[in-house]
């Protein structure tokens, strides 16, 4: 080989030695302009972007298989129904669960926490019992228990965060007493980066018998999820974040307590019979999955998780630490930056301010230069207003087919704003 194509190569690859241009091949939307600009998406943690496969499989499911699953004794649905079926088993391998009645297909983290607090929580709460969930969560982890708290005369706790952004670990063990019925907290939050020390936290409160359900959404793009590992009773993410689709969800949830629980919603599929008088609910997983699924959803799904295996979660943050680091060094460069969220242990979500500028003004003017970022709460008002006293963020986040090349644009982004603005 030539050696300025073995030096462009070379220059191509990452220092962790993975081909990120080449990945870029496969995700279409990455190429192209914004206010004449290419593109620079950095909002993955509100969505990331889904490569062709993902893609082709729904198309491919609508051109080959489409119709209803379980239901039909002809051979297009007997089709869509295995590989409707054989999404969930991607699933259960995927988080390392023992069988696939403890995978339950949600619309997306929001709607397996609501199912958790309605169907857990409501027959397990009494009037003065507790709830735990921390400062920093995302608020479809915190409205559901707190309307159950509420309905239930029931009080809502949380564990307080440090200024870096941690969870403070020894208010949490002083928090545990009897009255704690359920602990439901966020693996990776979404506006600070903070990976959480969520092992710990369960066996904590296992020494107690109390449940841990964790809000995996912003884990699953970046870590691997292995619910034997971490010994969790629940756990929620969504499709949308791990390369699949809108719409989706699962939520993994421990047979034993899956068992005891009544469904959430009722309808079709959900039932084994029904009379005028009464309803046989069906077997797990499908007595939590009421009405038509969203088949194509499941199957996109699948075909993201078959993504994330060929590309490999140690590709994935060895790519995603060295964006990280790269991001702090260069936002740090551009001068007048205050970071949100310091936390030893983060994923790549960049949370800060640039003194003098409020996030909505840097937000447009990054976006007429073809940049994507986050502005806001993200979600998580009562951290930013009530923990930080902040209207606000800006927030960068990373995925695998970022590059350096988009950070120093995102910088020259800053310097631009603070030209205009400071
Ligand atoms: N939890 C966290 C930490 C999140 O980042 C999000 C999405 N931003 C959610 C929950 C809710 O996910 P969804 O809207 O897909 O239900």
Known sequence: MQSDVIENIAKRKSQTGFDVYKLRDEFPILNQKVHGNPVVYLDNAATNQKPLSVINSISDYYKTINSNVHRGVHSLSEKA???????????????????????????GTTEGVNLVAYSFGESILNEGDEVIVSQMEHHSNLVPWQ????????????????DAGELIMNEFEKMINDKVKMISV????????????????????????IPVMLDAAQAAPHLKIDVKYSDCDFLAFSGHKVFGPT???????KEKFLEKMLPYKSGGEMIKSVTYNETVFNDLPYK???????????????????????????NISAQENELLDYANEKLGEAGG??????????????????????????????????????????CTQPLIEQRY???????????????????????EGILKVKKMLV
């Not at 129904?81 to 619309?107: G, L, M, Q, W």
């Not at 309307?147 to 965060?161: H, R, S």
């Open 81 to 107: 129904t295995e590989a409707y079926e054989a999404a969930r088993e991607k699933v259960r391998e995927f988080v390392n669960a023992d069988s696939i009645k403890e995978i339950i297909f949600t619309s």
């Open 147 to 162: 309307i159950l708290c509420e309905k239930k005369n029931a009080v809502l706790k949380y564990i307080p965060v440090n």
């Open 186 to 209: 966020v693996y990776v939050s979404n506006s600070l980066g903070t990976i959480n020390p969520v092992k710990e936290i369960i066996e904590i409160a296992h020494k107690h018998n």
């Open 247 to 253: 719409g989706i969800g699962i939520l993994y949830a």
């Open 288 to 314: 939590f999955e009421a009405g038509t699924p969203n088949i194509e959803g499941a199957i996109g799904l699948g075909a993201a998780i078959d993504f994330i295996k060929r590309i490999g979660y140690e």
């Open 337 to 378: 930056i205050r970071f949100i969220g310091t936390a030893k242990n983060k994923a790549s979500v960049v949370s800060f301010l640039i003194e003098g500028v409020h996030p909505y003004d840097a937000g447009t003017i990054l976006d007429q230069m073809g940049i994507a970022v986050r502005t806001g709460f993200h």
């Open 389 to 411: 006293k902040l209207t606000g963020t800006i927030r960068a986040s990373f995925s695998i087919y970022n590059t350096k090349e988009e950070i120093d644009r995102l910088a």
